[in-house]
């Protein structure tokens, strides 16, 4: 019996140590106003979202279609994407937020102001 629990232990080590580390939602979002828009003919809707990030001012849009508003408040993200353009003065930039049931969704950074 104790090899059999040695050997369990040992095992969910090793798969704990295997498993993919989280990724680090370090970042503070504050959702100021959020709509919905229509794209093209569609008939879904993104979200669009007026957001403050380390004091600075973007507007972000949904990659997805949830056809609902995000409520306005405080989230968690990350920054998955922070590619530069032609040059030092162009961005492309997307960031991930994390919401309270784990659930996650990525937003295009599509505008920004001071």
Known sequence: MKSFIFTL?????ATTWAAPAAPE???????SASRMVIEGRSSAHQQSLSVVIDGKKY???SDTF???????????????RDDEGKGKYESWRVYE?????????QY???GQSE
């Open 59 to 61: 507007e972000l849009e």
């Open 25 to 31: 939602y370090n970042i503070n979002v504050h959702v």
């Open 66 to 80: 949830p056809n609902s508003l995000l409520m306005l408040g405080d989230y968690k993200a990350r920054l998955v």
């Open 97 to 105: 937020l994390v919401f309270p049931d784990k659930k996650t969704r």
């Open 9 to 13: 232990i040992v095992f969910l080590s």
């Open 108 to 110: 295009l950074v599509v």
